[in-house]
């Protein structure tokens, strides 16, 4: 099942790649190749540590569920979690219509 | 007896001085009064009606601590960036991250955990919701983004500092030329010398740096060169090439891959004889040909390969002579890529020179001179916009010419207060212009905006500013200062953008000044020729004004006699109105007044 979901991800118009982390900055998984996938992992884990520390100094009541970054060229997704980082890389379609 | 020791012991300081009682004046003679009573106001009860009683008084008294104010300001600390290597990092001691066979199994271990798999789940699918979402419609999208941003003119131009750069050495020197990168703005070489005369310490450096726009704690890169260099160029063509003019004459050049000490320099004995004030890079194939300026009256040629001698000389001997002992220094040097075989010297003495290099003969190389500045050109530029105008700065004013017209210019600012030091054109706009000057100051031009006056002038620092340098987009701009601060402005997007019509309103406004120095010089022209033959014809020998070929000690002969007669003739008028006003006080004939 996990199998299917993941590559069912990867399988989405313009995605570029996955990762899996875990909370030690592990890939568990990762459909690039090692120097990249090491860079990403380091750098998001610390972003998405730093993002949800904010999230919860503001409202302690409040957590992180999601972290999307945009950039020129694509965008970065991280679903946190305890123990796992789900990251994603996707360069949204520039070919769609105006709502 | 012990009395006397012990007067003595007291040590009194005494100040005696002696002055003659005959210098002392009148003696005081005092005498013996009774009391006298002058004055004696006696209480008026009547007055109390003019007074209201208050009762109660409020009277404020304060009791604080004493405080006194400090201020403080931390030591600079010097930050050095730098960046992380990232390493796979976490794997547990039992796991040897180097062998693949291990960290495998550590995956598949984590891989079939039951938590892992039940995460993972919910993430992927709050994941794909997102990747759907991207997917579906740009959510970013920019709206009107086929409308023109119509930019309004915000209210006042500005411009504010970014960057301060100082000289890192103990003893400052002056940042005497800036040159920035020519790839983008992220760097800045600036050249320091002292240009005090003998003023050169022991303990001065000599070096040069180039600085990283973001680090203002430390240069990114030294340049040693043998004197201190005066001006600084990179190679438009290669951004790792830059050329320097020292002090003592020679011409050196880097290549910053290769480090701080010059990769090659010009021969001393046929270098320049004195500073070399200004080198330019030249539009050639190979990218390696400059010339340099200096106050020896020579410009030299030189191709980078070979610097043992240069390639051309020119002489500045406005008598097209070629003689050094009449050679004018030059201060400044102008090229401009578009117009290749020309190009312009401007000198110590005030004058412009347009020079030819293709010329033949070194007599045909000196074109022609433009006169009217009455000190060292510091700045010569033409428009980048306008190729046929171009500015000096020199003396109080800043100047704007037409190749056209050789006597005069056909703007020119007002007389400053402190001596102006630098200047350059916008490459943005044709109409913007910025000077720096002795006191500090630097002012921004905009002459379509306001004539008289600079539109915007800022005082940068406290210290004189000798040098400008404008980055190609028009919007940063450099200033050295005399203590070797270079501070980087950036100034506001209404002085970097070609606003609607501005060429054309440039063009129109150079046209028109030009043609009104033409009118001007036709009419010199004719009033001399008339005044030449009008003197041609009279018999008497009078000063011979229309004359163009006087010599000085005869035109200052005629200032005199010209001065003295003007004087007499006052005295005179003056003589005769003393003359009347006697005869009619010392009342002769009443009403009468005498003529004389």
């Known amino acids: 099942m996990l199998e299917e979901t993941l590559k069912r991800i990867q399988a989405h118009k313009g995605v570029i790649g996955t990762i899996v982390v875990n909370a030690e900055g592990i890939p568990i998984r990762t459909t690039l190749d090692s120097s990249t996938t090491v860079q990403y992992a380091g750098l998001l884990h610390q972003l998405t540590m730093k993002a949800r520390s904010t999230v919860r100094d503001i409202d302690p009541q409040n957590d992180l569920t999601f972290l999307r970054i945009r950039s020129k060229k694509h965008e970065i997704m991280v679903a946190p979690d305890k123990e796992y980082l789900l990251i994603v890389i996707q360069n949204p379609s520039e070919y769609l219509l105006p709502q | ?596």
């Open chain 2, 1 to 596: 007896q012990k009395k006397n020791i012990s007067l003595r012991l007291t040590m009194e300081i005494v100040y005696v001085y002696t002055k003659k009682r005959s210098e002392f004046g009148r003696q005081c003679n005092f005498s013996d009064k009774p009391a006298e009573l002058h004055v004696d106001i006696l209480p008026d009860p009547s007055l109390t009606d003019n007074f209201i009683d208050r009762d109660p008084c409020d009277v404020a008294i304060q009791c604080t601590q004493e405080m006194s104010e400090h201020e403080v300001n931390t030591e600079r600390f010097d930050c050095e960036p730098c960046g992380i290597n990232h390493v796979e990092g976490g794997w547990p001691k039992d796991v040897n991250s180097q062998e693949m066979e291990q960290t495998i199994r550590y995956r598949k271990k984590v891989e079939k955990d039951e938590n892992y798999v039940n995460t993972l789940m919910q993430l992927g699918s709050h994941m794909e919701h997102c990747i759907r979402q991207n997917n579906t419609i740009d959510i970013y999208q920019e709206y009107f983004e086929e409308e023109e941003i119509v930019e309004e003119m915000e209210g006042q131009p500005s411009a504010k500092t970014v960057n301060v750069f100082r000289d890192p050495n103990e003893v400052k020197r002056t940042a005497t030329s800036l040159s920035w990168h020519p790839d983008g703005s992220c760097k800045l070489a600036v050249a320091y010398s002292s240009m005090e005369f003998q003023k050169v310490t022991k303990d001065m450096s000599y070096d040069s740096y180039i600085w990283d726009l973001e680090n203002t704690n430390k240069p990114e890169m030294t340049l040693k060169p043998v004197s201190p260099l005066v001006c600084l160029e990179y190679n438009p063509k290669d951004s790792h090439i830059l050329i320097g003019g020292s002090y003592n004459g020679q011409i050196a050049y880097w290549d910053t891959r290769k480090g701080s000490q010059p990769v090659e320099m010009s021969a001393v004995e046929h270098s320049h004889r004195d500073p070399v004030y200004k080198v330019i890079w030249l539009q050639s194939k190979t990218g390696t040909d400059s010339f340099s300026a200096s106050t020896d009256g020579q410009v030299l040629w030189w191709d980078i390969r070979k610097m043992s001698e240069p390639t051309e000389r020119l002489v500045l001997d406005p008598s097209k002579k070629g003689n050094l002992d009449n050679a004018l220094g030059a201060f400044s040097l102008e090229f401009e890529t578009t117009m290749p075989t020309k190009f312009m010297v401007g000198t110590e003495q005030g004058v412009v020179v347009s020079c030819n290099r293709k010329a033949k003969t070194p007599a045909e190389k000196i074109v022609c001179t433009y006169s009217g500045h009455y000190g060292p050109i510091y700045a010569l530029q033409r428009n980048p916009f306008f190729p046929k105008n171009f500015l000096t700065v020199a003396d109080w004013t800043a100047r704007i010419w037409s190749e056209d017209i050789r006597d005069s210019s056909i703007m020119w600012t007002k007389y400053h207060m402190a001596y102006l030091s630098d200047g350059c054109w916008s490459p943005a706009r044709p109409s913007v212009f910025f000077t720096v000057k002795m006191d500090g100051t630097l002012d921004i031009w905009d002459f379509l905006f306001k004539q008289n006056d600079p539109t915007l002038s800022l005082k940068v620092c406290d210290e004189a500013l000798y040098s400008l340098r404008v980055q190609d987009n028009g919007r940063f701009l450099g200033c050295g200062s005399q203590l070797g601060t270079a501070t980087l402005l950036e100034i506001s997007s209404g002085l970097c953008t070609l606003q609607k019509n501005e060429k054309a309103l440039a063009t129109a406004m150079f046209e028109r000044e030009t043609k009104r120095e033409k009118i001007l010089e036709a009419c010199h022209r004719e009033m001399r020729l008339k005044e030449r033959s009008r003197s041609e014809q009279s018999k008497e020998d009078e000063a011979k004004d229309g004359e163009a070929e006087e010599s000085a000690e005869e035109l200052v002969a005629c200032a005199e006699r010209e001065f003295y007669e003007v004087v007499e003739a006052e005295m005179k008028k003056r003589g005769k109105d003393d003359k009347k006003e006697k005869e009619k006080y010392e009342g002769k004939d009443g009403c009468k007044e005498k003529e004389s």
